[in-house]
Every structure is written in C-alpha cells, then in structure tokens.
C-alpha cells in the first residue's frame, strides 16, 4: 500500500465572478501549498473545493489540472462521491486513469438512505477502478451517521484502506482506532488536530492547511511526539485564526488571506456570499499577527 500518512490541505479553488475555474490562480494556490505550506498532499474537489456546487466539466477540468501542475511532487486524493452515483464512477476512472493516489467519496446524503444502500453506492465506485477508496465521513454536514459496525462492514473491503474522519466523537475514533490498527485515519477537524493526533490519527485534510500549513504539520508532529503542551500552544493560535476565519466567512475568508499575501485566489461559488470589503483589514491583521 502506498504511504498516504501526513497532512492534507482541502484544496481551495479560485473561481471568476462567473463562477469558472480560475486557472492561474489555482496554480498558485497550489504552489504556495506545496512551496510555503508544506503539505504532505492534496485532497481535491472535497467541501473546501466547492465540489457540491460544480458541474462534472468542472470537477474533471480541476483532477487534471491539479495533476498536471503537481505531478509527483505531493500525494493527490480525489474526492468523487455524488449524489449522482453515474457520474461518481466516471470521476472515479478520470482521476484513476490520471494517476490519483487514492479515490475518496463522501457518504450519499440529502435522501435518507438505508445502510445498505450507502453499502452499495460505495461498492459501485470501488468496483469501477482498481485505485483505493478513503471514506469521506462529515455527519454534520450530510447528516449521515455511521456506527462502528457498520465501518466494520465498509473496511471489510480491502480497498477501502481508511477514512477522512470530520467528527467531534472522540470515544468512536479511539474504538475506530483500537478495532482497525491497519486502516488509515485523516482528521478533518482543523480546529481538534491535538486531540485527534494523540487519538492515534495518521493525518489530517483540512481547509485551513491551505494558509496554515506549516504550524498545522508542527502541531500535528509535536503532538505524535507527545509533546502535547508545546503542540497545544500552536493549536491554541491555529485557533484564534480558525475562530476568525470562521467568523469572517470559511473559504471567503481563507481566499482573502492568500489575496493578501499576493495569490489570486478568486472568489467563491455562487450562492456563497462574496467577502464583506469592510473586513479586509482585520484579515490583513490575522496574517501579520499570525504570520500566516
Ligand atoms: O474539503 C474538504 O472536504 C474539507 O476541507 C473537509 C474539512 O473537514 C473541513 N471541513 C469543512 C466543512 O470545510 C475542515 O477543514 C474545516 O473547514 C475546518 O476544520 C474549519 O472548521
């Protein structure tokens, strides 16, 4: 199996006023991703990359961009899962046949699905390819939950090597964590790196790792060291950003950082909300302050 442990930035993606992919401003997030964060990987068209709000164009234009401007230089995770199971296999071969490193899908959500159909949807797109499968799981935003047995069920498949875990169940991660050693776990709760790193995580996806990388991989490496004073003191800033940023508005507020330091990294997807001018100055405190 390939070593896909480490940080993952949650792929933002510069959109013009229309709503297309900015293509050059997306080379440069990427670069400063790689270049000045640091990060491990990438993890693309996931929440932070506007996925649920693009088109099947646009989400093939972005896998073989980003792939193009990365080649091998970090490890890439494409996240194919759709409400439209058709279309979660076609992404699911576009990315495979482009060279991913692993396939990631997020849980159905919207219809209230049986277990057994979420089974199925995910056996649909593992069967597609030969590539891996990371579950996607963010019960707060799909409102689909999933009980240990039931990952039991989903991980029984050997291709299904781990999950991106965005939840705040302590006490089912340490289960997750005692019941699958060889399984991988990516935590996606930027603002709990400390604590999911001392739960036994193998990484972290975060939409903040795009602007904070570098003191992201600091905590997350302090933390497996068990340096957890030292490791909180860094989450404890990592913090009051996120805290802002959250504030502000999440991905406006992240592209507005990387604005500042000289990125084009567009705008957001209509409907989100454009990014308040007002506000520019208390971002351009966070950078100087935080030293993002
Ligand atoms: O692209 C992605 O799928 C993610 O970035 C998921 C990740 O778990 C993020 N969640 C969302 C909904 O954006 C977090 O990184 C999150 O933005 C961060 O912890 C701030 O709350």
Redesign the pocket.
Known sequence: MKDLKGIYS?LLIPFDEKGEVKEDGLRQVIEHNLNVCGVDGL?VN????ENFLLNTAQKKQIFKFVKEVVGDRAKLIA?VGSLDLNEAVELAKYATELGYDSLSAVTPFYYPLSFKEIKDYYETIINATDNSMIL?Y?PT?TGVKISLEQFSELLDNEKVIGVKY?AADFYQLERFRRRFPDKLIWS????MLVQAAISGVDGA????YNVNGKTSKKIFELAKEGKVEEAYELQHKANDV?EKV?ELG?YQTLKEILKVKGIDAGYCKKPMKVFDPEKLPEVEKLVKDYNL
């Open positions: 949650a993890y996931g929440s932070s990359g996240q996607y963010i935003l965005t996606g709760f930027d603002e996806i975060g939409s903040t996120i959250l999440l």
